[in-house]
């Protein structure tokens, strides 16, 4: 069974850039999609994203074109996330995890949480 | 864009009760529907997929139900470590979620 294990906090400030890792252990990500999801404090959970990493092929929700990408590195069997133009409103916990093929995400990173002040 | 409403926000039942979460999707989505429990400090965790399928050693305790655009989850026979918050997430047009219910004591 696959883990994924998230790279660590960060703090950031406004105007600049994030990259945050998730790397799978136990297993590849074989041909599943990997996604991302945010979580302001408090709040509910958004869909950034996804990589379908053997076909490297991203696919991004429009409320954050332009300002993400994500990428993946099969040799070492990571995912990254690059966010942008960061502000205050993208202080959240970012989590990675996997479409399982019968619907839904079933695996779930441990969260990294990215916090943007001055 | 497809827009998942959850209701109530928050429920109070007591432990041994039953509890009936709702989620509504303004457009159809036929069964491609799940629901996630969150407990404080923890990624979301999949219980229910496809509507009506238990996850991986989600205890029976957990029912789902619905097709189209209303979707229920039943918990019964409640349990201390039920308690938490929980996410319906449509999957039939890319990925959106609902805002989420808090089970509470």
């Known amino acids: 069974q696959v883990q994924l294990v998230q790279s660590g906090a960060e703090v950031k400030k406004p105007g600049s850039s994030v990259r945050v890792s998730c790397k799978a252990s136990g297993d590849t990500f074989s041909t599943d999609s990997v996604n991302w999801v945010r979580q302001a404090p408090g709040q509910g959970l958004e869909w950034m994203g996804r990589i379908i990493p053997f076909l490297g092929t991203s696919n991004y929700a429009q409320r954050f074109h332009g300002r993400v990408t994500i990428t993946a590195d099969e040799s070492t069997g990571t995912v990254y996330m690059d966010l942008i133009s960061l502000s205050s409103e993208d202080t959240a916990i970012y989590y990675c995890?996997?479409?399982?093929?019968?619907?839904?995400?079933?695996?779930w990173g441990q969260g990294t949480m990215v916090t943007v002040s001055s | 864009e497809i827009v998942m409403t959850q209701s109530p926000a928050t429920l109070s039942v007591s432990p041994g009760e039953r509890a009936t979460l709702s989620c509504r999707a303004n457009?159809?989505?036929?069964?491609?529907l799940a629901w996630y429990q969150q407990k404080p400090g923890q990624a979301p965790r999949l219980l229910i997929y496809?509507?009506?399928a238990r996850a991986t050693g989600v205890p029976a305790r957990f029912s789902g139900s619905g097709s189209g655009t209303e979707f229920t989850l039943t918990i019964s026979g409640l349990q201390s470590e039920d308690f938490a918050v929980y996410f319906c997430q449509q999957y039939n047009n890319w990925y959106n979620f609902g805002q989420g219910t808090k089970l509470e004591i």
């Open positions: 457009e159809s989505i036929d069964t491609d």
């Open positions: 496809g509507a009506s």
């Open positions: 995890t996997r479409r399982a093929r019968v619907g839904g995400f079933d695996v």
